[in-house]
């Protein structure tokens, strides 16, 4: 809408004066810009980011194991909460010590969190780097995938912004240049107000 009111102003008017010339130039750009250049940016990061996503997918699965852990002892904590949704989260994360043997064959034991209720001797498995240290479950395509789409659309809507903030910042230059301009004319014509031979 902006740039069709300064493509407007570019019609012969009497009354155009430079900076509305520019004004309109830079609201043409802006639009131009927003709608080729921040999606462009958007899809070359989104690309790139998904490059770099699968490296880091293929990467943890190189790197992480399942192994199976089989659990010792369940350790103590908060008593029982009455309401169903917290009480369900705390159960979803109960804390166990257990027993592993990581990939290249050493023990392991410690605290770590059971995805859900285990009785002693009970058993379920988790991910391990090679020495058996736990790790989070490696990223997968999906999720690579998703986290790309986000950072490009992220991009493209920074851009978008950046674009429109530059267009918004030679409008108030220019608006400024306008108020100077009238000020300088109205105090040039006030020099004349009220004089008999002034002609007006």
Do not use: C
């Not at 996503?53 to 909460?81: K, Y």
């Not at 043997?101 to 023990?107: N, Q």
């Not at 790309?148 to 992220?154: N, R, T, W």
């Amino acid at each position: 809408m902006r740039a069709t009111t300064g493509v407007w102003r570019w019609r012969r008017n009497p009354l155009r004066r430079r900076t509305d010339r520019i004004e309109a130039w830079a609201a043409l750009t802006a639009a131009l810009l927003i709608v080729l250049a921040a999606p462009l940016a958007g899809w070359f990061t989104g690309r790139a980011a998904h490059g770099a996503l699968l490296e880091t997918v293929r990467l943890q699965h190189q790197q992480r194991h399942l192994v199976r852990v089989t659990v010792d002892r369940l350790v103590s904590g908060a008593p029982l909460d009455p309401d169903p949704e917290t009480s369900s989260q705390r159960d979803a994360h109960l804390r166990v010590i257990a027993r592993w043997t990581a990939v290249d064959g050493s023990p392991h034991i410690g605290q770590i969190a059971a995805p859900h209720p285990v009785e002693p001797g009970e058993g379920f498995r988790i991910w391990t780097d090679g020495r058996g240290r736990v790790m989070p479950r490696p990223m997968d395509v999906s999720t690579a995938g998703t986290h790309a789409v986000l950072a490009g659309l992220g991009t493209a809507a920074a851009a978008g912004g950046l674009i429109e903030a530059a267009r918004r910042l030679i409008v108030g230059q220019l608006m400024a240049r306008r108020f100077r301009r009238w000020d300088e004319e109205w105090e040039r014509a006030g020099q004349t107000w009220g004089r008999a031979d002034a002609g007006s």
